[in-house]
């Protein structure tokens, strides 16, 4: 096998095809710099490919189910989804594909080469603090492989995470499911166990359960255990109702095979789960394997690469971005990422990534939203708080569309500084947005009960919240003797 080489200077290579990857590589090549893209397996990375397009889409699939089936809310007749002719799960999943196909043309190789870019399909691992070098095997060429060998001024480390797979004992014989096959999985499941009651653990429990498949969910905690529990019971309590069997505070001792194709999960608490499919959704690792990241002088963990608040890592002319920097591990996360290093890499401003005010979202139904402080760190940094609280039960637009479950919960410091906002209910995800740039500007809950919010809406039910901070102050004795006095005066 003969192998040739060839070398490409460029003013900054980005390994990793994701969505931070691809922000960057846009915006540095119409920016005017010479641009190397290299990715190994997918253009569009995890999200467009495995995580955040497909899961929507499937959840979007199982939410259409779930109000046929409870259509008799709205005087309609309801129409059970798994009876008759069921749900046509290669259907299912062929919609779930086209959504991919849908956004793909924006993430392909096609546009970013008419962008400019280098856009370079092989696995990178570095040979100096300032070289790549990327197997690329040509098909027309025989038994020749070219190696491109890639300079830059700086680099872009942007290879995203993959799932974390526990060393549970037989689960290695066991047929398991991850997000990277799980979509891709066409034949009809009678009971599924997932395990980890994480975002995607608990997210795929719903979607498949509404889908006509029995799910059984394993945490070893309580279910999504970063977000307040006082709202993630919301999303607790909704799963149980819909028949989703959801086991906490027990591990995974074994697995063992069923006689035919099922599984039998056993728990350290005696209990044994027979199923036909298990999902592993126990976390995500960092992609950092095969980069031979110590050639390039740049220190990692088993959390991911080391960076400091301008993403830099040990090596300072070597950036790393996203899931593999080791943070909080969202697609919005890694584009806020790419503009930060747009900044300090092509312009030399000293840019720092945010850490605060960052939100995140579960996308469940009611969908679970997150920004700013929970209760048990804000009442730890500021000490005296006020938690305001308003049901959407009293919301006029969600009794109109019989989605009344969840509230919002707001946290102020004393003097009425917003510091932290979740949101379990209808649109979650939509309705923190206004509560993100509170949270960051500082403003105070005066700001957001001043505003005009449109009626009827789901978001008053935060205008309604940040009202109730002043009745304590405006509706007292005092008030009442003022208004009284004044009266008099004609």
Known sequence: MSV?????????????????????????????????????????????NFGCVPSKAL??????AHNMETAGRFG????????????????????????????APHDSVERFRALGVNVIEGAAKFTGPREVEVEVEIEDAGQSVTARRITARRFVIATGSSPFVPPIPGLDK?????????????????????IGGGPIGVEMSQA????????????????????DPEMATVVHNRLAK??????????????????????????????????????????RKANVSGLNLEAANVDYSPRGIVVDRRLRTSNKKIFAIGD??????????????AGI???????????????????????????????????????????????????????DRAQAERDTDGLIKIITAKNGRVLGVTIVGPHGGDLIQPWVLAVEQGLKIGAMAGAIWPYPTFGEVGHRAAGSYFVPKLFTDRTRAIVKFLSKFG
Request: hydrophobic share 45%; glycine share 10%; with cysteine.
């Open 324 to 337: 593999v920097a080791g943070g909080l591990q969202f697609t919005h996360v890694a584009g806020h990422h």
């Open 242 to 283: 819909e028949g989703v069997n959801i086991l906490t505070g027990c591990n995974v001792e074994r697995i063992t095979p069923d006689s035919g194709d099922g599984i039998t999960v056993h728990l350290d608490d005696g209990q044994a789960i027979s199923g036909s499919h298990i999902l592993v959704a126990a976390g």
């Open 4 to 48: 040739q080489k060839s070398a490409l200077e460029v003013d900054i290579c980005i390994i990793g095809a994701g969505s931070g990857g691809l922000s960057v590589a846009a915006g540095a090549s119409q920016l005017g710099a010479s641009v190397a893209l290299v990715e190994r397996h997918l253009m569009g990375g995890d999200c467009l």
């Open 341 to 395: 290093v747009i900044r300090n890499a092509l312009f030399r401003l000293p840019a720092k990534a945010k850490q605060t005010a960052i939100p995140w979202v579960t996308y469940t139904d009611p969908e679970l939203a997150q920004v700013g402080l929970q209760e048990t760190d804000a009442r730890a940094e500021a000490g005296d708080i006020h938690i305001l609280r308003f049901p959407f039960a009293e919301n």
């Open 76 to 103: 309609l007749t309801a129409v059970d989804p798994n009876a008759g002719a069921g749900v046509d799960v290669k259907a299912v999943r062929q919609h779930v594909r086209d959504v991919i196909a849908g956004i």
């Open 59 to 64: 959840l979007a699939a199982g939410k259409s």
């Open 174 to 194: 066991a047929p398991f499911l991850t997000n990277e096959t799980l979509f891709e999985y066409d034949d009809p499941m009678a009971h599924l166990i997932v």
């Open 208 to 227: 498949h359960q509404r889908l006509g498949v029995q799910v059984t969910l394993i945490e070893k905690h309580r279910i999504l255990a970063k977000d």
